[in-house]
């Protein structure tokens, strides 16, 4: 990986994905480019400088000439930030995704702003009383009342949330990839494991999830509010859809030290009566991109064993 050097003429780098490099060696003429994706990762905005004592052809020179990153295949690392085509020019904000970390189901474990996965039925039983929040059941997932949400909408005071959002900015589709030696998504509501819609060659899994045919992950924004008053969501403005799931911990991390003690490390933690117990723990995330907007959060994910 390297800079390509941006002080002249504009660079355009392109590779194939690892999926279009697979394709195009089967040579059974399967390989056909039919998407492209842009992105924006090393631009600094900022830079834009209208006072520029030379003119308005030099305000975004220092934006121009940014040095870029060569093409590079690994979906995990490349293009965190996508171009998109937006037709419409009476846009004065785009929506967002935001973890919702406010209900009691859905709220990150403590201050660590993450949330932690239970992998095997030792570690479970080391939780007594009631379930802290951010902890979720790796093994049995359906009977922890815990859940991973994010809201999607207009993140501003500046419209009211009763205004519905504009059609063209809902997202009805969402893009979750997981590594998948580590979880499989699953049900919020215990229904089972979701379909895995692709592997790639690192393990990362991607499941492709719609409103209207994934209706118990992807659903309309409920009530703003609950019985006694309080506030559910973390949009601000109008709101489009939630994603909510559960994650179920791998045979792998079940059965096994390997994958801990190849990419993790140790702490001790107390979840019950039991006192503080040491854990083995690995740190990953899950990345949700919505296919509307391309609008993508990473989600931290601590995996958790009794050492």
Do not use: C
């Not at 403590?110 to 992998?119: A, D, K, P």
């Not at 509010?225 to 969501?233: E, K, M, R, S, Y």
């Amino acid at each position: 990986m390297a800079f390509l050097d941006n002080s002249g003429d504009i660079i355009l780098d392109a590779v194939l994905t690892d999926t279009g490099r697979h394709r195009m060696a089967m040579g059974d003429g399967s390989f056909r480019i039919t998407k492209f994706a842009l992105g924006d990762d090393e631009i600094n905005y900022g830079l834009y400088d209208k006072t520029n004592p030379s003119g308005s052809a030099y305000y975004d020179l220092n934006i121009l000439q940014t040095p870029i990153l060569e093409a590079f295949t690994n979906n995990t690392s490349l293009m965190k930030s996508k171009l998109i085509s937006v037709p419409r020019t009476n846009l004065l904000y785009l929506p967002i995704l935001k973890v919702n970390n406010i209900q009691t189901s859905t709220q990150m474990f403590g201050s660590t702003e993450s949330y932690f996965v239970l992998v095997d039925n030792d570690i479970e039983a080391t939780v007594t009383g009631a379930i802290p929040e951010g902890v979720l059941g790796g093994v049995t997932p359906k009977d922890w009342k815990n859940i991973i949400r994010v809201d999607q909408g207009l993140d501003t005071i500046d419209i009211p949330y009763t205004f519905p959002l504009d059609a063209d900015l809902v997202e009805t589709q969402y893009i979750v990839e997981i590594d998948n030696r580590l979880a499989q998504l699953y049900d919020p509501v215990g229904a089972g494991t979701a379909k895995v819609s692709f592997i790639d060659d690192d393990q990362i899994a991607s499941y492709y999830l719609s409103y209207n045919t994934d209706n118990s992950y992807v659903k309309d924004t409920p009530s703003p509010f609950d019985t006694q008053g309080a506030v559910l969501n973390v949009i601000n403005g109008p709101r489009g859809t939630i994603i909510e799931f559960k994650l179920k911990a791998s045979i792998d991390l079940n059965s096994s030290t390997y994958l801990f003690e190849q990419l993790g490390a140790q702490e001790n933690y107390n979840f019950g009566t039991g006192g503080s117990v040491p854990y083995y723990f690995i740190d990953s995330i899950v990345r949700i991109s919505g296919a509307t907007t391309g609008y993508r959060i990473d989600i931290p994910i601590r995996y958790l064993k009794v050492v």
